[in-house]
């Protein structure tokens, strides 16, 4: 957790959160990432996250607490980028920049980013497991479910 990544522009995801607005070059650590996945909902810091941890490795969690209807198969940038129809971009274009861009005066649609196929996805029963098994110390270790709910305290999004 107190690994440091090196935010780089190419990291900068558009839509909510904070370290899109800061320089390149910051060191930050992996447990930092974390905190602003969940406190802020930063899109950056979630896509590291993902990246650092796997998209399979998530899925294979969600399988092992027996959450079979939730699953985690795209990122922050990719469903930001669908949402403005730019899917066909490569991803070296999927910058700020060219979201701020291309997404003024744009009605936002998508081609699947609203949908439930071959896209993030849960229900709120397994929402509510999710959150019981964190509560009762089930989803990880004990340490980490209380550091879970310690962070959920905090949290600036939703009430």
């Given at each position: 957790m107190d690994e440091k990544i090196v935010l780089r522009e190419k990291d900068k995801v558009p839509g909510s959160g904070v370290l899109k607005e800061l320089s390149h070059g910051l060191e930050i650590s992996f447990r930092d990432l974390v905190e602003l996945t969940m406190i802020v909902s930063d899109n950056t810091a979630t896509d590291l996250v993902a990246?650092?941890?796997g998209l399979d490795n998530v899925n294979s969690t969600l399988r092992h607490l027996?959450?079979?209807k939730t699953a985690v198969v795209?990122?922050?940038?990719?469903i930001l980028f669908d949402l403005i129809d730019l899917n066909d971009i490569s991803d070296e274009k999927k910058t700020v920049d060219f979201f701020m861009?291309?997404?003024?005066?744009?009605?936002?649609?998508?081609?699947?980013?609203l949908g439930i196929k071959d896209n993030d996805i849960t229900t709120p029963n397994e929402m509510l497991r999710l959150l019981e098994m964190i509560i009762k110390g089930e989803a990880?270790?004990?340490k980490s479910c209380e550091?879970?709910?310690?962070?959920m305290l905090r949290c600036q999004t939703g009430g």
């Open positions: 990246e650092k941890v027996g959450l079979e795209v990122d922050c940038r990719d861009a291309k997404s003024r005066g744009r009605t936002f649609g998508g081609s699947w980013s990880a270790g004990r550091a879970i709910l310690a962070t």
